[in-house]
C-alpha cells in the first residue's frame, strides 16, 4: 500500500510541475540531394506541423510530441518552375516516397532531453521519428531559449537516412538520389 501511495504522490508532483506547452508557430525544413551533393542538383522547402507540445517541468524541457502533415510538403526550390513544382511534390506524396494517401502524417516523440555544453545549441534531444510507420531514434542539438512566457527551440542541422524509413525509388534513379535528408527545425511555445 505504501508503494501504491507512494507511486501517485510522485506521479502527481510530475504531473502538478510538468506543463505541456502549446506550439505558437513551426518552421520545419528539409533539403535532399543528387548523389553529388552540390547546390544545383539540391532540392529544399517545408512541410507543416500539424499538431504538437513541448512538456516543460519549470523551464527545463522534459519532452514533447509533434505530427506533420506530409500532405504539405511544398518544394520551395520550384517556386519559379510551378509545373515542375507540382511534379515534384506529387512524387514526393506519391508512393514513391512517403506514400500520403496511406501515411498522411510523420511524427516526432521526445524521449530525453539532455543538457549539454555548447556554444550555441544547450540541449540534445533524442526521440522517435516516425516516417511510412517505420519509427527509429534518432538525436540532434538544440537550442532553447525563453522570452516571458514563450518558449522557443531551434534546431542545429541534422539528418536521417531516407532508406531507414522506406523512402526508396526505383533501382536505377534511386542510385542518384542522396540517401541523407537533411533537416532544421524551429518552434515556439507557450
Do not use: C
Not at 4 to 17: E, P
Not at 28 to 42: D, G, H, P
Not at 128 to 150: A, D, H
Not at 177 to 183: A, G, P
Amino acid at each position: 500500500m505504501k508503494k501504491i501511495l507512494f507511486l501517485f504522490y510522485v506521479l502527481f508532483t510530475i504531473a502538478l510541475f510538468s506543463q505541456s506547452k502549446t506550439i505558437l508557430s513551426s518552421e520545419i525544413r528539409w533539403k535532399a540531394y543528387k548523389t553529388l551533393k552540390t547546390e544545383s542538383f539540391s532540392h529544399f522547402g517545408t512541410v507543416s506541423l500539424k499538431s504538437g507540445n513541448l512538456i516543460f517541468n519549470g523551464s527545463e524541457l522534459t519532452g514533447g510530441s509533434f505530427l506533420m502533415d506530409m500532405g504539405s510538403i511544398d518544394a520551395e526550390d520550384m517556386n519559379g518552375s510551378p509545373k515542375q513544382k507540382k511534379m515534384l511534390e506529387n512524387h514526393l506524396k506519391s508512393d514513391d516516397f512517403f506514400d500520403v494517401s496511406k501515411f498522411p502524417t510523420a511524427s516526432f516523440q521526445i524521449k530525453s532531453v539532455k543538457k549539454v555544453k555548447h556554444t550555441i545549441y544547450n540541449y540534445q534531444i533524442t526521440g522517435v521519428l516516425t516516417i511510412k510507420g517505420i519509427s527509429k531514434s534518432i538525436s540532434f542539438p538544440v537550442k532553447i531559449s525563453q522570452n516571458n512566457s514563450v518558449y522557443s527551440l531551434a534546431s542545429a542541422q541534422f539528418s536521417f537516412n531516407r532508406k531507414n524509413y522506406g523512402l526508396k525509388y526505383n533501382i536505377f534513379e534511386d542510385m542518384l538520389i542522396s540517401n541523407d535528408v537533411q533537416m532544421n527545425v524551429k518552434i515556439s511555445a507557450k
